[in-house]
């Protein structure tokens, strides 16, 4: 994608050396298999802003990474010496350092309610994250939160989009857990065999539609590749970041 | 507060005149809404709720004429529920809009009023407000820690605090997290401190002071923050969010009214 500089390029570790940012250019730090930089990564890619992209290595952080965010959280904004991290926060910054494409609407009451959204649709995460984080092999509870979730995101659709005509902040907030969710269909011991299902036809159409999103395209991964990177990170606990390069 | 109407208000009863500006305090369930006029702003509020503490607090400081309702959360209104499904205080509400969640709230009123704008104008200025907020969210988990403990052993929510009070002293690098007035920041962790004390009324909890003396930076902040006008006007003594803890807590049955 045009305005991306490094996208894919190799996860750095400590120890590896971090090119100097020339003044006026802006970098992401990112790590290529996280929802919440995937936020932001959705976010530049609709604005097409000009930026090189940082892979980092979060199981053993580079020294210059963790000088610049203590949390040592991706992603992470860096330019002419300014820092920004937490994607929502990133998201509503990049905005408003470049209002022209601005995603965020500008009226406040516009705003307020994409902002609402996303504290809403906050328990499509929540059930994303019990089957991931399970440890029993039960998933009789991840089930019951994921039916109950998709039903909250399927009467909050309203529109073609959670941004209404078009994708919108409430659109990116979510999309990377909708990306990532059909992996569970790929475990045979959750015995979930299609996502979102039959039950949720709004949510189905929506996902359809999102996949068709040129932004949402140009930095896609295949569902077989998170599951991959999955059974590296948390079974094997020994993630892959470079999986797919 | 001259910008509040109702904020601490004596219950109206039907046929009696209200006698100042306060008219309306903790309704109850199937009491009538009164209407919004037109141009009015409304902010439905818990008595004793640390989040809607926090839009007090903007409203305070910002000294916007806004009308107070102050909602039963464990029986919620029809009308209440009717305008937020989630049932969460703080709500704004004006000219048939409605919007929730604290910190949504706060940035909304700032969009709506920017002449008496808490946050700051510049972006990256805005984005260190709300990333210390996400950095100093720490300090609101300790004290549910303290309040919602079922089993009696302190050590783990004592060990967290002590995390939460070292994290926010260190980020404490001016006067307040707003640097030198209160800002988006300081209001957002106040209502926290301003109740951290019942911690210490308790002697089962094991706490003698709070924030104590290896947090001098903490203790000075907390002085200064009573001092200031937005703070004082709405503040509440300890013990009577104590008495609210322990009748919605242990109690199982808030006292809305306390304090009245």
């Not at chain 1, 601005?102 to 019990?130: G, M, N």
């Not at chain 1, 068709?212 to 991964?221: D, G, N, R």
């Not at chain 2, 439905?44 to 009308?67: D, G, Q, T, W």
């Amino acid at each position: 994608m045009a305005n991306f500089a490094g996208l894919n390029s190799i996860t750095l570790n400590p120890g590896d050396e971090l090119p100097p940012l020339a003044s006026g250019r802006m970098r992401l730090y990112n790590m290529r298999f996280c929802p919440f930089a995937h936020r932001s990564v959705l976010y530049i890619s609709k604005k097409k802003l000009p930026v090189e992209v940082i892979n980092v290595n979060l199981k053993e952080k580079p020294d210059w990474f963790v000088q610049r965010n203590p949390l040592g959280k991706v992603p992470m904004i860096e330019h002419d010496g300014k820092v920004v991290f937490e994607s929502l926060i990133v998201n509503e910054y990049l905005d408003e350092l470049y209002p022209e494409t601005a995603i965020l609407p500008t009226d406040p009451y516009e705003r307020a309610q994409q902002k609402i959204l996303v504290e809403r649709l906050s328990s499509v995460q929540a059930a994303f994250f019990a089957f991931i984080l399970n440890k029993d092999d039960d998933y009789t509870q991840a089930i019951e939160s994921m039916e109950k979730a998709l039903a909250n995101a399927e009467s909050l659709l309203f529109d073609d989009f959670y941004g209404g005509k078009t994708t919108g902040y409430a659109d990116f907030a979510v999309w990377p857990i909708f990306e990532r969710f059909p992996t569970i269909t790929l475990n045979p011991k959750i015995g979930v065999k299609e996502f979102p299902g039959a039950k949720h036809p709004k949510l189905s159409a929506y996902i359809e539609r999102m996949k068709q999103q040129p932004e949402v395209k140009a930095v896609m991964k295949p569902v077989e590749l998170y599951e991959k990177f999955r059974q590296g990170y948390l079974v094997e606990k020994n993630p892959d970041y470079n999986l797919g390069i | 507060m001259a910008n509040f109407e109702g904020l601490n208000s004596i219950t109206l009863n039907p046929g009696m005149a209200s006698q100042n500006l306060f008219a309306l305090s903790s309704v109850l369930v199937g009491d009538e809404l009164p209407p919004l006029t037109s141009g009015r702003m409304r902010l439905y509020n818990m008595i004793f709720c640390p989040f809607a503490h926090r839009s007090i607090l903007y409203i305070s400081k910002k000294k916007l004429p806004v009308e107070v309702i102050d909602v039963n959360l464990m029986e919620k209104p029809d009308w209440f529920v009717q305008r937020n499904p989630l049932g969460k205080v703080p709500m704004i509400e004006h000219d048939g809009k409605v919007v929730y969640e604290s910190l949504i709230v706060n940035e909304y009123l700032d969009e709506l009023f920017p002449e008496t704008a808490i946050l700051p104008t510049d972006p990256y200025e805005r984005a260190q407000q709300k990333i210390l907020v996400e950095r100093l969210s720490s300090v609101t988990g300790v004290f549910f820690a303290f309040m919602m403990n079922k089993d009696g052993d302190y050590t783990q929510a004592i060990e967290s605090m002590e995390k939460a009070l070292e994290n926010a002293e260190c980020l404490l690098v001016d006067e307040f997290y707003g640097d030198k007035t209160t800002g988006y920041a300081d209001i957002d962790v106040w209502p926290i401190f301003e109740r951290f004390p019942i911690i210490t009324l308790n002697p089962k909890f094991g706490v003698k002071k709070i924030p104590g003396i290896k947090y001098p930076k903490v203790s000075t902040y907390i002085k200064r923050m009573k001092k200031q006008p937005e703070i004082q006007a709405v503040m509440k003594p300890v013990e009577l969010h104590e008495n609210f803890f322990k009748s919605a807590w242990i109690e199982k049955n808030p006292d809305y009214n306390l304090g009245i």
